[in-house]
Every structure is written in C-alpha cells, then in structure tokens.
C-alpha cells in the first residue's frame, strides 16, 4: 500500500516557476514508479512527467518539455516536479501516481493516486 500527498501548488504569473512535491508513504515506496498528471476543468487528465523507480529514466509530456522537471529522493520518499517558464495553458489540478517498477504516460496503468495540488496561472 502506498499513499501519496502532494503539495506546492498555487498562485503564479506566466513565466514563474513552482515546484510541486509528493510525499509518499510506505517502506517500498522505492520501487515504485512515479508519474505527475494534470486536469484542466473540462478535460481529460493527461500525462505530464514519470520517473523510473530507480531514478535512473524519466518521460515527459511534449508540452512540457524543457519547461519542467521531474526528480525523486527515495530516502525521503519524496518526489518533485520543477515548473518553470509556466503558461495560462499549465493551470490544472496536478496528481501524483505511483505503480510497481514499470514507468507508463497512461493513467490507468498506475495503482495509487494523491488528491492533488492546484497550480493556477494567471496571464
């Protein structure tokens, strides 16, 4: 069992950088994969970043790339998503999802999710 708390989010203007957090809890927390996914109102919720259990691989949405970076801490059973340069365009509920050492952009391929962090930025 693996439970997941994000935290971070919030107000930003376009261009300014947020860095969002996923506390996780569990003792094999490090062999999950982990990836972030965002939903606008109205929209699907899509992939934007994952990293491999080992830290050794990460996948990131086309949108995103460059902008945002994705790291973990196993010993802190944490992981992070760096946005900079942010856009209108990235405001959503951001989600952290965990599943067992394989590494998928498919929402349905991941066991546990967190409840989420509003990012929100304003033009």
């Known amino acids: 069992q693996v439970q997941l708390v994000e935290s971070g989010g919030g107000l930003v203007q376009a261009g300014g950088s947020l860095r969002l957090s996923c506390a996780a809890s569990?003792?094999?927390?490090?062999?999950?994969?982990v990836g972030w996914f965002r939903q606008a109102p109205g929209k699907e919720r899509e992939f934007v970043a994952a990293i491999r259990w080992s830290g050794r691989g990460t996948v990131y949405a086309d949108s995103v790339k460059g902008r945002f970076t994705i790291s973990r801490d196993n010993a802190k059973n944490t992981v992070y998503l760096q946005m900079n340069s942010l856009k209108p365009e990235d405001t959503a509920v951001y989600y952290c999802?965990?599943?067992?050492?394989?590494?998928?952009?498919?929402?349905?391929?991941?066991?546990?999710w967190g409840q989420g962090t509003q990012v929100t930025v304003s033009s």
């Open positions: 999802a965990a599943e067992y050492r394989a590494i998928h952009s498919t929402p349905g391929s991941y066991d546990y």
């Open positions: 569990g003792r094999t927390f490090s062999s999950y994969s």
